[in-house]
Each structure stands twice: as C-alpha cells, then as structure tokens.
C-alpha cells in the first residue's frame, strides 16, 4: 500500500513564508485564503523565550472527521490516504469546516483576486469557477502527485511529483513521501528523530508529522 505524507523538521523553519506563497501561486487560492500557513509562536517564559515556526494545513487524516459529516459524499479519501474534495458535489454546507480539528476548511462565495476585480496573468490561467461557493483545502497538488506517477517518477524525490510547498522549501524542513515505504525519505525522518502529530489524542490519524529532536 501507499500512504503520503508530509513531514515538517521544526529546527528548520525559519517562518519564510515561501511555501505559502508557493502553494497560494500554485493553486491561485484567493486573498485571505491560504491552503499552507506557517504560525509564528512563542514558547517559555521569560527571560527563557524563543520563537517556533510551524507550517500546517489540511492533515489528511487517516480517519477524516470532515468526510464523516460531509452529507454529499464530497469529500473522499483515497487508498493512497489523501483525502479529496469534488466540487461538482459539493453543496457548500460548510459541515467539513466545522468538523476540522485543524481549521484546515475555506469557503469563498464570490471571486476575489489580488488586486482588484480582475484576475492577475497567473491568476486567471489558475482560477477555477468551480471552487465558488464550495469548501477547499490542501490537496497535497495530488494533481502533481498523479502527473508524476504515471510517468513514473517518485512523490517527495522528483520534484515534478512533489507539493509545491516542499519544492520551493528554502530551509529543507517539509518532506513529502510514502510512510509505508520503510526505505522512503519520510519513513527515514521519522524512525531517526522524536516527532509528534497535531491534536493525535482526537484519533484522526494526522498524515503530517513534526520533528523536534533526534531519536
């Protein structure tokens, strides 16, 4: 089997913000919409006090309470554990966003851009009309992902079948792989340094891993 996930190394960010300007260019996502964000957070106390960056999203959770609610069948899971969203069944309940544990759901019901009313060059060659008005997230680029496969090249080692997010990664902190593939980049990280999930006590089974330290 494939199970993809992602992998953040916290003593590499730097909160740059580039991979969520990568993912916002490569989605044309709409302003205030931003499917990876980077938090900027305070940890101990004084005088003892440094910064943590944490990049996060759509966990693609192996037991997705957002499919659980959802009363279309709009969001799905694949066998390869990413979870999915058809916009053409969507009807914009909104019930997924509520449900995510992770604030991971956006909902636009008009079109916006960045400067104005018109799209940007980028923009309109990215713009779906099919994301109106229905939920989004972080799709993992599984578009990149399924692209990439078929032409036989490997998620998180060719960057033609990798997230964009991972590709434009400055410090070499996100990771992206096959965690059922003990030979894969990501099962490497995660067997040589102490990791955790988000919220893992809640049972969903987060497909994104954080490390911290070395095992």
């Not at 713009?127 to 599984?142: D, L, M, N, Q, Y």
């Not at 067997?191 to 911290?212: D, S």
């Amino acid at each position: 089997m494939t199970r993809y996930v992602m992998v953040a190394d916290l003593r590499r960010c730097v909160g740059c913000q580039t991979c969520t300007a990568a993912c916002k260019h490569a989605n044309a996502t709409p302003p205030g919409v931003q499917w990876r964000r980077v938090l900027d957070m305070e940890i101990g106390e004084y005088p003892d006090v440094r910064r943590a960056f944490v990049p996060v999203g759509c966990m693609h959770c192996a037991d997705p309470p957002c499919m659980e609610v959802c009363p279309s069948t709009a969001t799905r899971q694949r066998d390869d554990g990413i979870v999915t969203i058809d916009y053409d069944l969507c009807i914009g309940c909104a019930y997924c966003a509520v449900a995510c544990p992770y604030q991971a759901r956006y909902k636009v019901e008009t079109p916006r851009f960045a400067y104005g009313e018109a799209p940007t060059e980028s923009e309109a060659q990215r713009h779906e009309a099919g994301r109106i008005g229905v939920s989004t997230k972080c799709t993992f680029c599984v578009d990149r992902i399924d692209s990439g496969v078929e032409q036989g090249l490997t998620p998180g080692e060719d960057p033609e079948a990798t997230p964009a997010c991972v590709n434009s990664c400055i410090a070499k902190a996100l990771h992206f792989g096959d965690l059922d593939d003990p030979d894969s980049n990501v099962s490497q990280l995660l067997a040589e340094n102490q990791h955790f999930r988000m919220h893992e006590e809640l049972g969903t089974g987060p497909g994104f891993y954080y490390l911290w330290d070395r095992a």
